[in-house]
């Protein structure tokens, strides 16, 4: 068989995705706001209007991309309990910058960062994995496994929800359904579409998910982890040191 003639590894995705979020961050934390703080009239508040809007729209690409990566590094991980520990640990580490960078607060309960809803996300893939490996018998017992299997998935809906996690329970929905339907790609990247469809710009992202060729590529996990906190303490460094400074000077 042919190679086709496009095809993406896992860690090519997940630096796609990090541009992407990368791109979007920048526009939620330092052109939005600048954009309000600049005279109206002046070429830098026109430049700022009309490029927020197209860096917040590519920013939609990330989120669908790191759910798809969640699904498939739990579908591979060798200890998913390590996994979900790394997971929840960075979700701590990164809550702080998270609230530097998108808010005057420090710390700010109303939003929580997009590690928890991942977490979430994956302990629900945990627990719904659970009830559909175990077998059972008679036809009481495959029901009470699907019904546990609901039941899990509404509480990571809820919890995601009661939380204020970065996409709500639409994220964690989204993962259900790429997890779901992991066995057809075809219908992950379809459905998956459909799910996230409330953001006009993150069906797209499901373009280089089907070309997803299987294979790990290059991975810096340690790099991956770090780069979402850390960029976002520079981010909130530069919207409340670094900017005022500017804006004062000129």
């Not at 659970?130 to 919890?159: C, D, H, K, P």
């Not at 280089?208 to 991975?219: A, C, D, K, L, S």
């Amino acid at each position: 068989m042919r190679k086709p003639v496009v095809s993406f590894s896992g860690g090519t995705l997940k630096m796609l995705a990090i541009i992407t979020m990368l791109i979007d961050h920048c526009g939620a934390s330092i052109v939005g706001p600048l954009r309000h703080k600049l005279p109206d009239g002046s070429q830098l508040g026109d430049f700022c209007q009309i490029i927020y809007p197209h860096m917040r729209n590519i920013g939609r690409l990330a989120f669908p991309i790191f759910c798809f990566l969640l699904v498939e590094g739990f579908l591979h991980t060798r200890n998913v309990k390590k996994y979900a520990f790394r997971m929840f640990l960075f979700a701590l580490i990164s809550e702080l910058p998270f609230d530097y960078a998108f808010s005057n607060q420090l710390i700010r309960n109303a939003h929580q960062n997009v590690y928890f809803t991942l977490l979430i996300g994956l302990l629900v893939m945990m627990g719904m994995s659970v009830f559909e490996y175990r077998q059972s018998i008679t036809r009481f017992g495959n029901y009470f496994n699907l019904l546990m299997q609901i039941a899990i998935a509404a509480g990571g809906l809820w919890l995601a929800a009661f939380l204020h996690t970065d996409y709500n329970y639409k994220g964690i929905f989204l993962i259900i359904v790429l997890y779901s339907l992991r066995l057809d790609r075809k219908l992950q990247a379809i459905f998956g579409a459909i799910t996230i469809s409330w953001e006009a710009v993150a069906p797209l992202a499901f373009i280089p998910i089907w070309f997803y060729n299987g294979e790990r590529g290059r991975q810096l996990k340690y790099f991956f982890y770090w780069f979402y906190p850390v960029h976002l303490l520079i981010l909130g460094f530069l919207r409340h040191v670094i900017l005022p400074c500017v804006l004062h000077l000129n």
